[in-house]
């Protein structure tokens, strides 16, 4: 029978579990700017920051191979 407590499959290492945790979040809540960003960027009257909104997400879109995340398949 398994316990109901939650257990770390990293090494048992509650740091690592929690920094996987953080930065999942941090993932998620960056996905959400971007979304909505998207949405409202025919709204967005500042050029300097529609461009470096732009630059942003073309480069968090498009870098091949960041540490720790696999690139696209060549």
């Given at each position: 029978?398994?316990?109901?407590?939650?257990?770390?499959?990293?090494?048992?290492?509650?740091?690592?579990?929690?920094?996987?945790?953080?930065?999942?979040f941090l993932a998620f809540l960056s996905?959400l700017a971007f979304l909505v960003l998207?949405?409202?960027?025919t709204h967005i009257a500042d050029t300097?920051?529609?461009?470096?909104?732009?630059?942003?997400?073309?480069?968090?879109?498009?870098?091949?191979?960041?540490?720790?995340?696999?690139?696209?398949?060549?």
């Amino acid at each position: 029978m398994e316990s109901p407590q939650l257990h770390c499959i990293l090494n048992s290492n509650n740091v690592a579990c929690s920094f996987a945790v953080g930065a999942g979040f941090l993932a998620f809540l960056s996905c959400l700017a971007f979304l909505v960003l998207d949405t409202q960027e025919t709204h967005i009257a500042d050029t300097r920051f529609k461009i470096a909104f732009q630059l942003l997400d073309l480069i968090l879109a498009d870098i091949p191979g960041l540490p720790g995340i696999p690139g696209p398949p060549k």
